[in-house]
């Protein structure tokens, strides 16, 4: 019998078999993007036609006048409207010279062409949404939670309590002091620069708040020392102790020899 049922099997189905699971594997694919940890895009048709209009007059040069990329600049098919917001709402965006990686800067659009860039974008393919507002209140986080998700995660770029520090090759991880809670989020959600992503699947929503009232809370702490020399560690003050200590040691002495002489 068994002989026999396999004889009957078609010869398409593993093929058939392969399909459905590639078509349910991607749709389910799809479904998380849309939804995880942001709140679906609800951009009007007439916000998604002035973002094209924007795009194709600010950012085609670069990225294509369909967003497929060229040789000057990515595709941005599917990188979502938490990626533009980010890019665009820092400033970075559009590019003011060729570098290293884009620098802040003043931003070129309002919010509210910012969120028609964002807007139109989303609407090309799926990809990570501006995140809810619920995930930014860094009062419902626990800092103690993000300090240490940050120190494992964030704090080799970034110094332990945020005030950035030099890569390789130009680059570097920037200061998160001034950083705002969204974009903060954004950042950790779509991976800028030099920078990996973390998504759902590596930080949850409820980590990402966490970490940015982490940084928050770091930011706004007083420095019961004195001066924190940009809280970069050992080495800064090191230096400081070095260069003024030693300079305070050698004129001292010039003034004692001047006066006993």
């Not at 590019?95 to 860039?117: H, S, W």
Request: hydrophobic letters at 40%; a negative charge; glycine letters at 12%.
């Amino acid at each position: 019998m068994k002989l026999l049922a396999d004889r009957r099997r078609h010869p398409m189905a593993l093929v058939a078999l392969l399909l459905v699971g590639l078509l349910l594997t991607g749709g389910a694919y799809a479904l998380f993007t849309q939804t995880s940890s942001a709140k679906a895009d609800t951009a009007s048709a007439s916000d998604i036609e002035e973002g094209k209009k924007l795009f194709a007059a600010n950012c085609a040069t670069c990225h294509g006048m369909n967003a497929e990329g060229t040789k000057a600049g990515p595709g941005l098919i599917g990188v979502g409207a938490a990626a533009v917001d980010f890019q665009v709402g820092t400033g970075r965006m559009p590019l003011q010279a060729n570098g290293p990686q884009a620098r802040v800067k003043e931003p070129q659009f309002d919010e509210e062409q910012t969120a028609q860039l964002a807007a139109y974008v989303a609407s090309l393919g799926p990809g990570p949404a501006v995140p809810e507002d619920e995930y930014l209140d860094a009062s419902k986080g626990d800092p103690a939670v993000g300090g240490g998700l940050f120190r494992t995660n964030c704090a080799m770029c970034h110094n332990v309590v945020g005030s950035g520090g030099a890569l390789t090759r130009g680059k570097y991880a920037p200061n998160l002091s001034e950083v705002s809670e969204k974009h903060l989020y954004e950042a950790m959600q779509t991976g800028p620069q030099n920078m990996p992503i973390f998504n759902d699947a590596n930080l949850t929503p409820d980590d990402k708040r966490d970490v940015i009232a982490y940084v928050k809370e770091v930011s706004d702490n007083p420095s019961p020392g004195g001066f924190k020399l940009g809280s970069l560690g050992p080495v800064a003050e090191g230096l400081f102790i070095w260069f003024f200590g030693l300079a305070a040691v050698i004129g001292l002495t010039v003034w004692l020899s001047s006066r006993a002489k």
